[in-house]
């Protein structure tokens, strides 16, 4: 197994650029191939020459999944631990071989990816045996002590703005005469319109469009504005905030609902990565449910 940024990534890395044959030969064109049968293409070498990887460290990257004919079906920045590999060929690898500052392109097996690293049934969209492109671009590398230090500091220092957002919500909640309980963990739904009975269970790969905007009123973003509508195994990490997963495990097959969220269910913290939404600020979804194909049909196409 290809192991952390040392000098013999850095040797290998000149190899593949002179086209030495000593570099393992992919059958995708311009990639190379690790013993572990991941194929990957560095994009971008970043400035650490001696940094080594420590399992339980933490990535921010930004992370794109897409099939082989590049389609994509996620995109985001995402902040993740990682733990030494358990086994070959998996996601975890291809972090563990980068170091702040790289880019690179991998191909890995989706089989494996959904099967295993996400244990969830394989979606409609890939044939069985077929493998997927992973994107990602690394931000940011923090040893777990780092991590917890960073985080105790900037909660402590942010403490009156989560008093603040209990305010505000509370004064939305009245103003517009909100008249349902919350859930236990403070998420408010109010439904717009009934499903057809097919509930949504963990594997479900699901078609939905969603809205989300302030209390406000101002947009954040709309899958129907976008004239897109989202596609994702229910359950799987990375897809959506807990929020909207907790929303989603409530509804229906047709149903067309209204989710008031504080933000410890949306953006915490830290807000959006993208940074368009603030920390600790609350949000509404409307979001509507497309399509549920049970896990067991998937499984049966598949």
């Not at 040392?6 to 191939?33: D, R, T």
């Not at 291809?94 to 392109?105: E, N, V, W, Y």
């Not at 067309?256 to 269910?265: D, E, G, N, Y």
């Not at 449910?289 to 049966?300: E, F, G, N, P, Y």
């Amino acid at each position: 197994m290809i192991k952390m940024r040392n000098s013999l990534l850095y040797a290998i890395i000149l190899l593949l650029i002179s086209f030495c044959a000593c570099v393992p030969e992919s059958q995708f064109e311009g990639y190379a191939v690790t013993d572990t049968g991941i194929h990957f293409k560095l994009l971008k070498i970043g400035e650490e020459d001696n940094w080594v990887f420590n399992p339980g460290d933490y990535y921010t990257a930004d992370i794109l999944y897409s099939t082989m004919d590049d389609s994509v079906f996620f995109e985001g920045r995402r902040k993740v631990q990682i733990y030494k590999p358990e086994f070959d060929g998996c996601i975890e690898e291809c972090f563990s071989m980068l170091q702040k500052g790289d880019s690179a392109t991998f191909i890995i097996s989706a089989d494996k990816f959904f099967r295993k690293t996400l244990e969830s049934d394989l979606p409609s969209f890939f044939p069985p045996n077929s493998n997927m492109k992973v994107d990602l671009s690394i931000i940011d590398i923090q040893t777990e002590k780092q991590y917890n230090k960073e985080r105790e500091a900037f909660l402590t220092w942010i403490r009156d703005f989560e008093e603040y957002e209990d305010v505000a919500l509370s004064q939305f909640l009245e103003d517009e005469s909100v008249g349902v309980r919350p859930s236990n963990s403070g998420m408010y739904k109010v439904n717009v319109r009934e499903g057809n009975g097919t509930k949504i269970s963990y594997g479900d790969t699901i078609t939905i469009h969603y809205e989300g905007w302030f209390l406000n009123g101002t947009f954040f973003d709309s899958t129907r504005k976008r004239n897109q509508p989202f596609s994702f195994v229910y359950g799987t990490e990375w897809q959506v905030v807990k929020g909207l997963e907790e929303a989603l495990g409530k509804m229906e097959e047709g149903e067309k609902s209204v989710f008031i969220m504080p933000s410890k269910l949306a953006f915490g913290y830290t807000g959006s990565s993208t940074g368009i939404i603030p920390p600790f600020t609350s949000v509404i979804f409307e979001v509507e449910v497309l399509d549920v194909i049970k896990r067991d049909t998937v499984s049966l196409t598949n």
